[in-house]
């Protein structure tokens, strides 16, 4: 079975740092892209941050550039989220993605539970 399971949500205070991370199986991790997506009530779902299935290259959201880096260990089949300096304007459930694309041929991928980052004081 296909699993991406978010952890490390939580409560902080603003300017605060959080790590989630998303643990994947039932898949090759290491052939997936990973992204980090956020929603919040009554908004859509963006875009947080991204990166390659290696961890060459990555981008993220002009909202979180310079707060938020994503990384990954492939050994552990698990992407993280490292969030700091914090904004109330960050809450939101958080998830997890993996997709495999083939430029102008296929693509699939896989979205997690997600996991709550509430920002408040």
């Known amino acids: 079975q296909v699993q991406l399971v978010e952890s490390g949500g939580g409560l902080v205070q603003p300017g605060g740092s959080l790590r989630p991370s998303c643990t994947a199986s039932g898949f090759t991790f290491s052939s997936y892209a990973m992204s980090w997506y956020r929603q919040a009530p009554g908004k859509e779902r963006e875009l947080v941050a991204a990166?390659?299935?290696?961890?060459?290259?990555?981008n993220y959201a002009d909202s979180v550039k310079g707060r938020f880096t994503i990384s990954r260990d492939n050994a552990k089949n698990t992407v993280y989220l490292q969030m700091n300096s914090l904004k109330p304007e960050d809450t939101a459930v958080y998830y997890c993605n993996a997709v495999f694309k083939v430029v102008f041929s296929y693509e699939h991928d896989y979205w997690g539970q997600g996991t709550q980052v509430t920002v408040s004081s």
């Open positions: 990166i390659t299935s290696a961890g060459i290259s990555t």
